[in-house]
């Protein structure tokens, strides 16, 4: 998905944008995404070799990490400001800027979308 935004971020014209601040918003949601993904592989990778080298049961059977508990609380933290940040910048943009660039903005929404359904993954 990184790859995507990156690609989508080296695509995006900038000529074709009539409204001052849109090329901006979605920038800068773009790279939140970008950088979001890139946390989020970190995380799970540092997650798996926790539990793989410092892992114990808990009460529930379930091999725990020291740290795991710390870094999903963080990653939902950050979901969840990105999330609330797309959805004010969608809120405040009107029909004919969002139909300006439709594909770029329905994958902003689609990533966010399935941020927010993997949240209770974590």
Partial sequence: MQLLCIFLLSIYPDDNIPY???K????SILYLLMLEHVISYSITYFRKW????????DVNG?????KES????????VD??????TLNIFLD???EEFVSNPQLHLWILFDA?????TLFYL
Avoid: D, W
Avoid at 50 to 57: P, R, S, T, W, Y
Avoid at 62 to 66: E, N, Q, S, T
């Fill in 20 to 22: 001052s601040g849109q």
């Fill in 24 to 27: 901006h918003n979605a920038e």
């Fill in 50 to 57: 926790e539990q793989k080298n410092f892992g114990v049961l």
């Fill in 62 to 66: 379930m091999v725990r990490g020291p």
């Fill in 70 to 77: 710390f870094l999903s609380t963080i990653e939902i933290f």
């Fill in 80 to 85: 969840c400001i990105i999330i609330g940040y």
């Fill in 93 to 95: 943009m009107g029909e």
């Fill in 113 to 117: 979308l399935l941020m927010l359904l």
